[in-house]
C-alpha cells in the first residue's frame, strides 16, 4: 500500500507554492515547519520581505525549502538588474519582475542574475514576467488603462515580450494559460496565482480557476495562499488540495 505522502512526493517537488502573507518570520516558520512533509515551495511577498529582510530567505533555504521572492521589481533597467543580483545572491530559487517595465528591463535583469549565478557558482534562478495582476478583471483593466487591447492579449503581449527578453516564463492567471502556450510554446514557465479550491472564497481575486483547473489548463505551478495559511489546520487544507488536483 503507497502511503499518501509518498504516493503525492511527484507533485509536491513541482506544483503548490504557499504564499506566506505575514508580518513576522515566527508565523511564516510556523506554516513551514506545519507543511514541511508536503510543500518544497513558498512564496516571500513583499510584506514579509520588507517585515525581515533577506533572513528569511535564508531560513528557507536552510530549511531545504525553494523561494519564490514575489517582489515584482519595477524601475529602470539598471535599478531592475541591481536588485535581481541581489536577490540572487541571496539564494532565491525563482524572482519575478514587472513584464511592463520592458524588454531592455528584462534583458538586464536576466544578465545580472546569470552573471551572478556564474560569479558564485550556483544555479540560476527562474525568472518571471508578472503580465496582469489577477485582482484585475477587463472590466477595470480598460477602465484604467483605455487599452485597445483585451486583457487576455495583453497578457500574451507580455508574455511574449518576456521570452524575448531571455525570461523563463511568467506570472498569468490562469485563464490566460492557453493563449500564453499558444504564442510562446511548451516549455515556457507558466506559474499561476489566483488559485482557489472549490468552496473557498475568492478574496480580492478576480480571475480565478480551482488547482486541478489551473494544473489541467497547463500551468507549471499554482499559488495558493489564504485558503492554507488562514485554514482552520493548514497541514489538512493542504491535503486537500493535492486531492483535488488528483481526482
Not at 182 to 193: D, R
Not at 234 to 245: L, M
Request: aromatic share 6%; charged share 25%.
Amino acid at each position: 500500500m503507497i502511503i499518501w505522502n509518498q504516493k503525492l512526493k511527484v507533485q509536491m517537488d513541482n506544483r503548490p507554492i504557499v504564499a506566506l502573507d505575514f508580518g513576522e518570520a515566527d508565523q511564516a516558520m510556523r506554516i513551514v515547519s506545519e507543511l514541511s512533509d508536503l510543500v518544497s515551495w513558498f512564496k516571500v511577498g513583499k510584506q514579509l520581505f520588507t517585515s525581515t529582510g533577506p533572513r528569511i530567505v535564508e531560513q528557507l533555504r536552510e530549511a531545504d525549502k525553494s523561494v519564490f521572492l514575489d517582489l515584482k521589481f519595477h524601475d529602470i533597467p539598471n535599478t531592475v538588474g541591481s536588485a535581481v543580483a541581489s536577490a540572487t545572491a541571496i539564494g532565491a530559487n525563482m524572482i519575478n519582475i514587472h513584464a511592463s517595465g520592458g524588454i531592455e528591463m528584462m534583458k538586464v535583469a536576466n544578465r545580472s542574475a546569470e552573471e551572478v549565478s556564474d560569479r558564485l557558482s550556483i544555479p540560476k534562478p527562474k525568472l518571471l514576467g508578472v503580465t496582469v495582476l489577477t485582482s484585475m478583471d477587463q472590466s477595470t483593466f480598460q477602465k484604467d488603462f483605455a487599452s485597445s487591447r483585451t486583457l487576455s492579449d495583453q497578457v500574451a503581449y507580455l508574455a511574449v515580450c518576456a521570452k524575448e527578453a531571455g525570461l523563463d516564463g511568467v506570472v498569468a492567471s490562469p485563464l490566460e494559460i492557453e493563449i500564453i502556450r499558444e504564442k510562446c510554446g511548451a516549455q515556457f514557465w507558466i506559474v499561476t496565482p489566483g488559485v482557489r479550491p472549490k468552496a473557498v472564497s475568492l478574496g480580492d481575486q478576480k480571475r480565478v480557476m480551482t488547482p486541478k483547473e489551473a494544473i489541467d489548463s497547463g500551468a507549471n505551478q499554482i499559488v495558493v495562499g489564504r485558503p492554507i495559511t488562514q485554514a482552520i489546520d493548514s497541514f489538512q487544507a493542504t491535503k486537500s488540495i493535492f486531492a483535488e488536483i488528483n481526482e
